[in-house]
Every structure is written in structure tokens, then in C-alpha cells.
């Protein structure tokens, strides 16, 4: 098993900055795709960023290219969202994944996921 907790989320305004991490524990070596993804109320949930533990290779959502920068802290099993220039349409609770083998940008194919983390981005 592999146990996930989100923390950094908030209110923020609009062009602020939050980070979000993930601690990852239990049978962390058995994980090699972390990611990102968020859902708003009354929407699906939606791909964020993904890093792949070894090779650091990387992908993001098109909403999110240029804004937000995923990035992961192998001494500490912590995965971190810089989320900047932040709007308002990026307010979701963010949820964090992992899964083993290939990073991917579907949710069904991550098989542990974090209780989440809602981000609040105000105009």
C-alpha cells in the first residue's frame, strides 16, 4: 500500500502563487508515476502534471503549460505543484496520484490517490 497527503492549498487571488505537496509513504519504491489533478464542482476530474520518479520526464495539461511546474524530492517522497499566475477558473480540490510504470494523463489508470487539497483562487 501506499498512503498520499496533499497539503498547501488555500485562497489566493488572482496572478498569486501557491505550492502544493504530496508525501508519499508505505511501499514507495514500488511507485514510479506521480501526479497532479484537480476537480471543480460539476466537473470531471481533470489532468494536472505528472513526473516519473526516475528519468524526471515530465507532462502537463494544456490548461496549466507555462503556469504551473511539477516537480519531486526523492529524499523526502515528496511530489510538489508550483502553481503561479494562478486564475480563477484553476479553483478545484487538487488530488494527488501514484501509480507504478509509465506516467499517464487519465485518472483511471493511477491506482492510489491522496484525500485532496482545495485551492480557492479569488478575482
Known amino acids: 500500500q501506499v498512503q498520499l497527503v496533499e497539503s498547501g492549498g488555500g485562497l489566493v487571488q488572482a496572478g498569486g502563487s501557491l505550492r502544493l505537496s504530496c508525501v508519499a509513504s508505505?511501499?514507495?519504491?514500488?511507485?514510479?508515476?506521480m501526479a497532479w489533478f484537480r476537480q471543480a464542482p460539476g466537473k470531471e476530474r481533470e489532468f494536472v502534471a505528472a513526473?516519473?520518479?526516475?528519468?524526471?520526464?515530465?507532462a502537463y495539461g494544456d490548461s496549466v503549460k507555462g503556469r504551473f511546474t511539477i516537480s519531486n524530492d526523492s529524499a523526502k517522497n515528496t511530489v510538489y505543484l508550483q502553481m503561479n499566475s494562478l486564475k480563477p477558473e484553476d479553483t478545484a480540490v487538487y488530488y494527488c496520484?501514484?501509480?507504478?510504470?509509465?506516467?499517464?494523463?487519465?485518472?483511471?489508470?493511477?491506482?492510489?490517490w491522496g484525500q485532496g487539497t482545495q485551492v480557492t483562487v479569488s478575482s
Open positions: 513526473i516519473a520518479w526516475s528519468g524526471g520526464v515530465t
Open positions: 508505505g511501499r514507495t519504491f514500488t511507485m514510479n508515476a
Open positions: 496520484a501514484a501509480k507504478d510504470g509509465n506516467i499517464y494523463n487519465e485518472a483511471a489508470r493511477y491506482r492510489y
